[in-house]
């Protein structure tokens, strides 16, 4: 029997698969599914899929659902083999920092020595690389001065990404994500500070800013009014980032009814056309 029929034979059997399986879970993909409606409309509750785990480097493997480390940490940043980390716009899965058996999925929206405001239900980035690299990459309607700083105004276009434009009040004990945003900060929960005052912005809206520590991310979900996200507990270090998401392989409602036009694409795919985000826009209006 050669070394090639032996092989066969051996990933045949039940101790080849599983071996099998979990190489290619630790390593290559692993299932995941959305838990939340964080990521709305690029991402449903519900959508099964894939995240390719070679996409910022190798992760340390863990043991599925324990979520225990296999291998020590041998580079100390949570990675077998490293690599560059997430880019801005990407969507990344992570280990949430404060409790890494957590998994999240958001957009990374700035990265280290960027510096975030936000304000008025919009997102305006200072990229570390400073102005001549904004003004060469991003549309001049984007561009905008505050505080005599260049900044680009909501930097990523991607049609999932929205806003909740119900004014929300105080009722049944919910409360506005304004308001929640402004008790995290005042009580030190957020890592965002109020500024006072900004010229080029609405100052009668609580202004918040954040310059992201070196060589982290900062991440938001694309749903930006109903999303636990970097705005509330902070930036995320590489040892965190687990992968990109890659196809959506099962996608069913609350109901359990197969959204067979979610089936088998790329996540890629769905953040980029708007066919797929429009379909979910009536999905906004029955979050809480």
Not at 41 to 52: N, Q, Y
Not at 138 to 155: I, T
Not at 173 to 197: H, R, T, W, Y
Not at 251 to 279: A, G, H, I, P
């Amino acid at each position: 029997m050669t070394k090639f029929q032996k092989f066969i034979k051996f990933y045949n059997s039940w101790t080849g698969t599983i071996i099998f399986v979990l190489l290619f879970m630790a390593f290559i993909a692993q299932a995941f599914t959305i838990p939340s409606g964080s990521m709305m409309r690029t991402l449903l509750i519900g959508d099964h899929l894939f995240v390719k785990k070679f996409s910022y480097g190798i992760p340390i493997p863990h043991i599925p659902f324990l979520e225990i480390p296999l291998l020590p940490d041998f580079n100390k940043n949570g990675h077998l083999i490293s690599s560059d980390g997430p880019k801005r716009g990407d969507i990344v899965v992570f280990r949430f920092p404060y409790n890494n058996k957590i998994h999240f999925v958001k957009r990374c929206v700035a990265l280290g020595d960027d510096e975030i405001i936000f304000n008025d239900k919009t997102l305006y980035v200072r990229m570390k690389e400073g102005d001549e690299y904004m003004k060469n990459n991003y549309a001049k309607e984007d561009l905008v001065m505050l505080n005599n700083r260049l900044f680009v105004k909501e930097p990523y276009k991607f049609p999932g990404i929205s806003y909740d434009q119900k004014n929300r009040q105080l009722n049944n004990g919910e409360i506005d994500f304004d308001k929640e945003l402004f008790m995290a900060v005042n009580s030190s929960k957020s890592p965002m500070v109020l500024l006072p005052k900004i010229s080029g912005i609405d100052n009668n809206l609580p202004i918040y800013y954040y310059k992201v520590p070196s060589e982290k991310y900062f991440m938001m979900g694309d749903n930006r009014d109903h999303s636990n996200d970097s705005r509330f507990w902070g930036s995320v270090d590489y040892k965190y980032i687990e992968g990109k998401p890659w196809f959506v392989y099962l996608s069913w409602d609350d109901d359990y009814n197969f959204r067979w036009e979610r089936m088998f694409k790329s996540v890629q795919t769905l953040q980029d056309n708007e066919y797929y985000t429009n379909l979910n826009d009536h999905i906004l209006h029955t979050i809480d």
